[in-house]
Every structure is written in C-alpha cells, then in structure tokens.
C-alpha cells in the first residue's frame, strides 16, 4: 500500500514500478509473493477511507517528497494512522521520493534516516520515480521481507529464510530481522 500526502509521487512511483524497464538489472524471483500494490491516489483528503485498507496490508510505503519539508512533517501523523488501523506486523518503508531534484532538497537523507529510526520504522529509501532510481528495490525488499514472514511462519527461522533471499546488494539504511 502507498500512502503519504498529495504530490509526493505515489502514482507515479507505482506506474515507475508497473510500466518501466529497468536496463541492466536482474530481475529476482520472489515465488510465493503475490504484488498486490494500492494506491491511495488522492483518497488522503479521506482518511478515514485510507485506513480501511490499513488491515489488510502486509507492508506500507510511507512516501514524502524531499523537496517539500511539509510532506515530511505529514509522516508521524500517517504513521500514527497506520499503527492504529493496520496490523501489528506491517512492513513499513519510509521513502523519500523525488531524488532526481536534488538541487530543490529540502529534507537530507540523514533527516529522513533519523526520523525512520526514531518511528521504529525498519527501512529508509531515496527514491525517484521519474528515474526509477530504487523503485524496483523497494519490491525486492519488500518481497524478501514478506517470504521471510511466510517461511517463518512455515519454519520458525526467519534468519534462515531471509538469508537465503539475500541478493548481495543490501541497502545501509534497512535492517532486517
């Protein structure tokens, strides 16, 4: 699920994801994850619409625009929405979208690492959606995490499971369990 405020990308970002080539990347297999990605598309103007679909995400992408220092300060409300209606175990990244504007920055990287550390929040990405820069990470990381829930549940070892998911490019800013 992708929420945030208004203009932070979120359309974009996901038809980056449906639509683009990614040249020279490889494409991993994430049998047993089934994609189903919602876009709030506008509906933030009716939260209590959003947090409907709350209950049923397995993860959550909690977009800002970096360029936009209020769309920043909108994240702990969104995350205060997503503790109080999804569940006790959803997957949150929290991105940061519009990377390629760089000379516009309004919030650092640093900013947003700290702010995900203080949420308890288990990953931070810069993204671009005009780009594709990180796009596709997202799904990879979010599909490693949701086999290693399913395997876990399955075998009791989520060390194991996420292990053997691993590609060798592990982004600094996530922790996995």
Not at 13 to 32: C, E, L, N, R
Not at 108 to 124: N, P, T, V, Y
Not at 158 to 165: C, E, M, Y
């Amino acid at each position: 699920m992708l929420v945030g405020d208004s203009g932070t990308g979120k359309t974009s970002f996901m038809h980056q994801f449906k639509d683009a080539k990614f040249p020279g990347s490889t494409f991993i297999s994430t049998v047993g994850v089934d994609y189903r990605v919602w876009d709030t598309a506008g509906t933030e103007r009716y939260r209590s619409i959003t947090s409907a679909y709350y209950r049923d995400a397995d993860s959550i992408l909690l977009f800002y625009d970096l360029t936009s220092r209020q769309t920043f300060s909108s994240v702990r409300s969104w995350l205060t929405d997503i503790r109080e209606y999804g569940s006790e175990d959803v997957f949150i990244i929290l991105v940061a979208n519009k990377a390629d504007l760089d000379s516009e920055r309004q919030v650092s990287a640093h900013e947003g690492q700290r702010l995900a550390q203080e949420c308890d929040i288990m990953c931070f990405m810069e993204t671009s959606a005009r780009t594709g820069h990180n796009v596709d990470l997202c799904f990879q990381t979010i599909g490693r995490k949701l086999l290693a829930k399913q395997n876990f549940q399955t075998s009791g070892s989520i060390a194991q499971a996420d292990s053997r998911h691993q590609s060798g490019h592990r982004p600094a800013s996530c922790s996995y369990c």
